[in-house]
């Protein structure tokens, strides 16, 4: 709200909190706004800042930190997360306008979809039906043929249950018999 009143910007003005996907989930939500005609334009992103005891000492706890400070995501040798502090924010509006304006296009975003694991194996293990719907109905807003991504970007606990789980989640369901 402070950048929104600051810059004198009309439209959705929302902060949320969904954890490690908060980014995600407002690119979603400002891409949505976009396109029903909310706003022209939006602004998205999130911060992180490690400002409690507690919260390191919980995910010690839960064995989750990797005690050489080093996160080895999807590595045989991971053994957690490594917690660090981050803030990044993208400007989003319609292809056409920008390219009209002749503003530099860093990526284009064809589709995308949100929702919540429910229950779990734990806090660093994904929903694998849930990831996987999430990331089907993604594809198809998208209008995406799985069998042609080439990329995957996964959020990587770093740890030996929730990496293969999320993995796994990624990969199309006609490939996994190939993996």
Same mark, same amino acid.
């Given at each position: 709200?402070?950048?929104?009143?600051?810059?004198?910007?009309?439209?959705?003005?929302?902060?949320?909190?969904?954890?490690? +996907?908060? &980014?995600?989930?407002? $690119?979603? =939500?400002?891409?949505? #706004?976009? *396109?029903?005609?909310?706003? !022209?334009?939006?602004?998205?992103?999130?911060?992180?800042?490690?400002?409690?005891?507690?919260?390191?000492?919980?995910?010690?706890?839960?064995?989750?930190?990797?005690?050489?400070?080093?996160?080895?995501?999807?590595?045989?040798?991971?053994?957690?997360?490594?917690? +660090?502090? &981050?803030?990044?924010? $993208?400007? =989003?509006?319609?292809? #056409?306008? *920008?390219?009209?304006?002749? !503003?530099?296009?860093?990526?284009?975003?064809?589709?995308?979809?949100?929702?919540?694991?429910?229950?779990?194996?734990?806090?660093?293990?994904?929903?694998?039906?849930?990831?996987?719907?999430?990331?089907?109905?993604?594809?198809?807003?998208?209008?995406?043929?799985?069998?042609?991504?080439?990329?995957?970007?996964?959020?990587?606990?770093?740890?030996?249950?929730?990496?293969?789980?999320?993995?796994?989640?990624?990969?199309?369901?006609?490939?996994?018999?190939?993996?």
């Amino acid at each position: 709200s402070r950048l929104a009143y600051f810059l004198d910007l009309q439209g959705p003005c929302l902060p949320g909190d969904t954890a490690c +996907s908060s &980014g995600l989930v407002a $690119v979603h =939500l400002a891409a949505e #706004a976009i *396109a029903t005609g909310q706003c !022209d334009r939006a602004f998205a992103g999130a911060v992180h800042l490690n400002l409690r005891l507690t919260n390191f000492e919980a995910f010690d706890a839960l064995g989750a930190l990797a005690p050489g400070g080093r996160c080895r995501a999807f590595s045989s040798d991971a053994d957690g997360f490594v917690p +660090s502090e &981050g803030c990044g924010f $993208v400007l =989003l509006r319609p292809l #056409a306008d *920008a390219l009209r304006d002749g !503003d530099t296009v860093y990526g284009l975003i064809r589709g995308s979809a949100i929702n919540n694991d429910g229950r779990t194996n734990g806090l660093t293990a994904p929903n694998p039906a849930a990831q996987r719907s999430v990331i089907t109905r993604a594809w198809q807003a998208g209008h995406i043929d799985p069998e042609t991504i080439s990329y995957i970007e996964t959020h990587g606990t770093g740890t030996q249950l929730g990496d293969p789980v999320e993995i796994e989640a990624h990969i199309p369901e006609a490939a996994i018999n190939y993996v």
